[in-house]
């Protein structure tokens, strides 16, 4: 097995998922050079010197490892965070030189980078869903924490294929900037309580927005780094800054020499004593916090996307209550589930290992009674984090099957959204199925099946309209081949 599946690795440029040697040893030195630039240049602000950079790659036909059976459906972009600042564009090169078997991006509160993953994708032959995540407020369950310690009520919800931004000036696109203004405003309030806490390391909320982001939206991730940066500034020399944060987390210099070595482990540290649960910065959410779940799923479904509950491990009481919750997120309009397997396995106690599997076991059982497709990833929001999840493993090989199922109706469902104006969670899905749900997906996870859509195609597809498009969606889902149309 590749150590693009199997080994944990540090975000930064030169600790990518690798070429296969094999590969590498055909690759002369100015070659590889030449595709470290523009690896480079997918990471920049500027989307006209991405979409430069993107071209030229798919233009030297860079070989990548042999397709598998990896996807990772949940990587977010530097349009919320990404550990490496990786662009939509970059991250579906990765998945493209890893030989994933489909990719997708989900980002925070925004859906910046939706249209350019889908390009991306398409100029690299790679099968693409593209979504969002919301918190919003539960209040069937507000007495009790979900899936956002020590919260309750609050609730992690995500939207899966998308398939661009809602038109400006719409009602779908007021709504998106509503969540954007409110997720801003509680941002900026943190920071002031920060400030106010810590003015020797006070920042600039607008100018840690310009600098760190390329569309305006920063996360706590951001801000952490900043605060970093600018410790880092105020107190130069090793012993003061050493003793600055001893006092701010309440360590020994030594455990803070330490965890200074390691920086994702530091920033950790430093966002949880600012920013979380009994923070400097933090103020407990209420109801009012957050925007209800049924109207964030409703505003998801209604700009064509699937609405997607979303579970954590299974330990909080909220989350002890599986059946109830999921019936109750099915009732206000989820239709898929969302999860993150590495957190429900990758455990150092055996019997926390143990009993979050047994969680994981019972919630998938669950989504598969009611035919919720599975939507799985690995988040990339964090060093540390694996590229894809290990299917292969002990763990998760019961569930593969599953969750590549999942898999081909959601990059199914992005396609016939795309194209047929099709979306898996409209009326007109529901009536052309007659509300049977297992043949939906069976439809569904045909057309995923296929070969990814490349440029070529997504042109030719479009240019025919929804009418004759669905017609060659579905004689091509029958024949597990594109029919009626140029492909390679």
Not at 224 to 241: G, H, M, N, W
Request: hydrophobic letters at 40%; proline letters at 7%; a negative charge.
């Amino acid at each position: 097995m590749s150590n693009v599946k199997t080994e944990p690795w540090e975000f930064h440029e030169n600790a990518i998922p690798p070429i296969n040697p094999k590969t590498e040893s055909r690759l002369g030195k100015v070659f590889q050079g030449l595709v470290k630039e523009l690896e480079v240049d997918l990471g920049d602000f500027d989307p006209a010197v991405r979409g430069r950079a993107l071209e030229k790659l798919a233009s030297l036909e860079v070989p990548g490892s042999e397709q598998r059976d990896d996807v990772n459906l949940h990587t977010h972009t530097f349009f919320s965070y990404h550990a490496a600042g990786w662009s939509p564009s970059r991250y579906a090169w990765e998945a493209r030189k890893a030989g994933l078997y489909a990719a997708g991006i989900i980002d925070f509160d925004g859906l910046d980078g939706v249209s350019e993953f889908l390009a991306a994708s398409e100029a690299l032959a790679v099968r693409a869903t593209a979504g969002i995540e919301v918190r919003a407020f539960l209040k069937e369950f507000g007495d009790v924490e979900i899936d956002s310690p020590g919260e309750p009520g609050v609730h992690y919800m995500a939207g899966s294929g998308f398939v661009k931004r809602p038109k400006g000036g719409s009602r779908e696109d007021d709504y998106l900037l509503s969540l954007q203004r409110t997720s801003a405003a509680r941002s900026r309030e943190l920071v002031e309580r920060i400030n106010a806490a810590l003015p020797d390391i006070a920042i600039d909320f607008d100018a840690v927005t310009r600098a760190k982001t390329p569309s305006g939206y920063a996360t706590e991730r951001h801000f952490v780094s900043a605060y970093v940066e600018k410790a880092a500034e105020v107190f130069p020399s090793p012993l003061q800054l050493t003793g600055f944060w001893s006092e701010v987390l309440g360590l020994p210099k030594t455990s803070v020499t330490a965890l200074l070595a390691t920086v994702p482990a530091f920033e950790e540290k430093v966002r949880g004593k600012l920013m979380k649960r009994g923070g400097l910065g933090y103020v407990q959410p209420g109801p009012s916090t957050f925007p209800p779940v049924g109207e964030v799923y409703a505003w998801i479904k209604d700009c064509g996307a699937i609405p997607m509950d979303s579970w954590l491990d299974g330990t909080s009481p909220g989350e002890a209550r599986a059946r109830e919750l999921l019936e109750c997120n099915r009732s206000l309009g989820a239709r898929a589930l969302n999860l993150i397997p590495d957190r429900n396995w990758n455990i150092k106690d055996p019997a926390d290992k143990q009993r979050k599997l047994d969680n994981l076991a019972k919630v998938i059982a669950l989504a598969n009674e009611y035919h919720m497709p599975l939507h799985i990833g690995t988040e990339g929001n964090k060093a540390g984090l694996p590229f894809v999840d290990d299917l292969s493993g002990p763990e998760l090989a019961p569930y593969k099957s599953l969750f590549l199922t999942g898999t081909r109706i959601l990059v199914g469902h992005a396609a016939l959204c795309r194209f047929a104006d099709l979306p898996y969670a409209g009326d007109d899905a529901e009536a052309m199925f007659s509300g049977d749900v297992k043949a939906k997906n069976e439809f569904f996870e045909a057309v995923g099946a296929l070969p990814p859509v490349n440029t070529q195609l997504s042109r030719e597809l479009r240019e025919m309209g929804p009418a004759k498009a669905l017609t060659v969606l579905k004689d091509s889902a029958r024949r597990a081949k594109w029919s009626g149309v140029r492909y390679p």
